[in-house]
């Protein structure tokens, strides 16, 4: 079984700035990426960045430029940096590691997220 955990959540201030943390224990054989997503109720959940063991980052557009993934590698704790919020990006942001847990293909598990709220 794999545990995902998020950390950093909170309220912060238009233009401020956070950074969330993703963990990930368990059966892990191999994990192939880790991305971040959001989501706001009502709406469907959206990625905001991904990271893969290449090395490759991509972005959303609604936060490129503004938002960093990292981690020394996807297998340890990855992080999402925050800044020049706005408003809209006020979320639950969830932590989607791809992982492989030994039945031989990849599998998002998924943590219970943690809520950022931009707001003054």
């Known amino acids: 079984q794999v545990h995902v955990v998020e950390s950093g959540g909170g309220l912060v201030q238009p233009g401020g700035s956070q950074i969330l943390s993703c963990a990930a224990t368990?059966?892990?054989?191999?994990?192939?990426?880790v991305a971040w997503y959001r989501q706001v109720r009502g709406n469907r959940r959206e990625i905001v960045a991904r990271?893969?063991?290449?090395?490759?980052?991509l972005y959303g557009e609604s936060v490129e430029g503004r938002f960093t993934i990292s981690g020394d590698n996807v297998e340890n704790t990855t992080y999402l940096q925050m800044s020049s919020l706005k408003p809209e990006d006020s979320a639950v942001y969830y932590c989607?590691?791809?992982?492989?847990?030994?039945?031989?293909?990849?599998?998002?598990?998924w943590g219970e997220g943690t809520l950022v709220n931009v707001s003054s």
């Open positions: 368990g059966r892990i054989v191999a994990v192939n990426a």
């Open positions: 990271f893969t063991k290449k090395g490759q980052r």
């Open positions: 989607g590691p791809e992982i492989d847990d030994g039945a031989g293909s990849w599998q998002i598990f």
